[in-house]
T-cell receptor
Framework: KAGVTQTPRYLIKTRGQQVTLSCSPI?????VSWYQQTPGQGLQFLFE???????NKGNFPGRFSGRQFSNSRSEMNVSTLELGDSALYLC????????????FGPGTRLLVL | GQQLNQSPQSMFIQEGEDVSMNCTSS?????WLWYKQDPGEGPVLLIA?????ELTSNGRLTAQFGITRKDSFLNISASIPSDVGIYFC??????????????FGQGTILTVHP
């Protein structure tokens, strides 16, 4: 099976812009979770989608949003970018039952100038 | 919130040495996961543990799920240069409806000198 894919791999934006990141889960997986990774805060959970519905959300401001499509592909959007949003954004997929193992994509490296 | 305390924070070892790292939590976990991350890449799953007391091996890696369900350790035997990277423990906390959320340890940075 193909693994989790994320596009783009690298992105440079300026403050105030918005960005959309994409994630394609492993075939057959219906759950997609998003994480932000920074040197200072480590890996932090953003939100999780299952069957096009957000089931769980972390403690991030409303500028961070996401959605999931009927084919389980997911996108996350960050509006009004801030310097502190520079990070590695990771998505992970799993079949969708509580407590399952997650498999991560390679991540999107976002740099905000 | 949920926290995993992972130690040590970093290790500098010689090729061929064995490595041990562990993770503890104040809360119970139903699953313990160990991942390895290379710079600029996503975490790669090494071992998944699902039962208290479970001991699982994957090549030179061995991990155990603590009986109290509040700790886990990962051992790497006969380290090689490609073992370099950051190792994370992670788990979904027991109970509740915390779908899709893993809590991660702070990571152990492993450096292997040839």
């Amino acid at each position: 099976k193909a693994g989790v894919t994320q596009t783009p791999r690298y992105l440079i934006k300026t403050r105030g812009q918005q960005v959309t990141l994409s994630c394609s889960p492993i075939s057959g997986h219906r759950s997609v979770s998003w994480y932000q990774q920074t040197p200072g805060q480590g890996l932090q959970f953003l939100f999780e989608y299952f069957s096009e519905t957000q089931r769980n959300k972390g403690n991030f401001p409303g500028r961070f949003s996401g959605r999931q499509f009927s084919n389980s592909r997911s996108e996350m959007n960050v509006s009004t970018l801030e310097l502190g949003d520079s990070a590695l954004y990771l998505c992970a997929s799993s079949p969708g039952t509580l407590g399952e193992t997650q498999y991560f994509g390679p991540g999107t490296r976002l740099l905000v100038l | 919130g949920q926290q995993l305390n992972q130690s040590p924070q970093s290790m500098f070892i010689q090729e061929g040495e064995d490595v041990s790292m562990n993770c503890t939590s104040s809360s119970i976990f139903n699953t313990w996961l160990w991942y390895k991350q290379d710079p600029g890449e996503g975490p790669v799953l090494l071992i998944a543990l699902y039962k208290a007391g479970e001991l699982t091996s994957n090549g030179r890696l061995t991990a155990q799920f603590g009986i109290t369900r509040k700790d886990s350790f990962l051992n790497i035997s006969a380290s090689i240069p490609s073992d370099v990277g950051i190792y994370f423990c992670a788990g979904p906390n027991a109970g509740g409806t915390s779908y899709g959320k893993l809590t991660f340890g702070q990571g152990t940075i492993l450096t292997v000198h040839p």
